[in-house]
């Protein structure tokens, strides 16, 4: 009897392994046949490039701010 119930509970063991691992695989082609349909009828737009030189001119005018501050805490030590 005991074997029998051994038996029985492999056979539910991969029964259901196997039907999860299925169900995934189901799961995984739908999520890229979906990526696929958005790709086609809502293409990503290009991201539009700002000009580096402000940026630049910006951050140089911080750096510059942080070395004049740290020069003249240095002064008055």
Do not use: C, W
């Not at 739908?30 to 001119?57: G, H």
């Amino acid at each position: 009897m005991e074997i029998d119930l051994v038996g029985e509970s492999l056979k539910f063991m991969v029964l259901g392994m196997a039907i999860v691992f299925v169900f995934l695989m189901v799961l995984v082609q739908i999520v890229k046949l979906q990526a696929l349909i958005i790709n086609k009828y809502f293409p990503e737009k290009a991201p539009e490039v700002t000009p580096a030189s402000s940026n630049t001119t910006q951050e140089a005018h911080h750096v510059a701010a942080i070395i004049a501050a740290v020069s003249e805490f240095r002064k008055n030590q």
